[in-house]
Nanobody
Framework: QVQLVESGGGLVQTGGSLRLSCAAS????????MGWFRQAPGKDREFVAA?????????AYANSVKGRFTISRDNAKNTVYLQMNSLKPEDTAVYYC????????????????????WGQGTQVTVSS
């Protein structure tokens, strides 16, 4: 059974940076498309970023984070990252990573329904 564990959240001032990590168990991490989602209090969970399986050549971002956030993966470490720069108070949320097990090669799924496994989340708070 695959498990995902996020880390790297915390409290940061507006304009600051954080890097989230998501470590996955299992031997076939490279075959998973990976995504980051977030959920702010009182709001629905929303897509943040996704990266395709294997080489991670393809990426996708929500418009609200494009140019500020970067998703990447290290298959040797079974880890996906989310580098967050120029953080804003509206980025405050619990951030979740997710894995899609059987999607097509090169896909960057943006719908939560595509994902098969979720982490427990890590809190990111951006103070104004």
């Amino acid at each position: 059974q695959v498990q995902l564990v996020e880390s790297g959240g915390g409290l940061v001032q507006t304009g600051g940076s954080l890097r989230l990590s998501c470590a996955a168990s299992g031997r076939t991490f490279g075959s998973y498309a990976m995504g980051w989602f977030r959920q702010a209090p009182g709001k629905d969970r929303e897509f943040v970023a996704a990266i395709s399986n294997w080489s991670g050549r393809a990426t996708a971002y929500a418009n609200s984070v494009k140019g500020r956030f970067t998703i990447s993966r290290d298959n040797a470490k079974n880890t996906v990252y989310l580098q967050m720069n120029s953080l804003k108070p509206e980025d405050t949320a619990v951030y979740y990573c997710a894995a899609e097990f059987l999607g097509p090669t090169g896909a960057t799924p943006v719908r939560s329904e595509n994902y098969d496994c979720w982490g427990q989340g890590t809190q990111v708070t951006v103070s104004s």
